[in-house]
């Protein structure tokens, strides 16, 4: 069985300047007019493509390794399954989350405090803020320990 050649339209075209056979180059120009062009076959998403997608997305793949997987760019995965990269992390969140809560209503002390410092800004350090000091004469001091029944001889080593 033989294929067919398919025939060079804007439809099956990237505008690319990357094309090096020379033929290729003369019929493109011939037919379109329009600068240098590398013949491809546009993306079509499949059901199956769409669930490997999520599926790499839960297990931390990046963009550019399921581009790679998919053998597509890294704008045309987020152009035709951008829907499914935000599934993938907002199905993660929701796992994560819940493992969270099921932590803390098991009372998992260190999930409580994740949650309380994360979503509460509880800080469990105390802070001490002294806003001014107030500095009184020696005189001042010595009349009132004097007052309060301090001897004169323990006065000498303040």
Not at 59 to 67: G, V
Request: hydrophobic share 35%; glycine share 4%.
């Amino acid at each position: 069985m033989t294929t067919k050649k398919q025939p060079l339209t804007k439809d099956t075209l990237l505008y690319d300047k990357d094309v090096t056979d020379p033929e290729v180059k003369k019929e493109l120009l011939e037919k379109n007019g329009i600068g240098e062009f590398q013949l491809l076959q546009a993306h079509k998403p499949s059901k199956a493509n769409r669930e490997a997608v999520i599926a790499m997305r839960i297990a931390e793949l990046t963009q550019r390794k399921i581009a790679d997987v998919l053998e597509i760019s890294e704008k045309t995965l987020v152009k035709y399954y951008g829907r499914e990269i935000t599934l993938a992390k907002d199905m993660t969140d929701q796992l994560v989350i819940s493992k969270l809560m099921e932590g803390i209503k098991a009372g998992d002390p260190k999930l409580i405090q994740f949650y309380l410092k994360n979503k509460k800004n509880w800080n469990d350090k105390q802070e001490h803020v002294v806003t001014h000091q107030v500095i009184r004469p020696r005189k001042d001091i010595e009349e009132e320990l004097r007052a309060l029944g301090v001897p004169e001889e323990n006065l000498k080593d303040i």
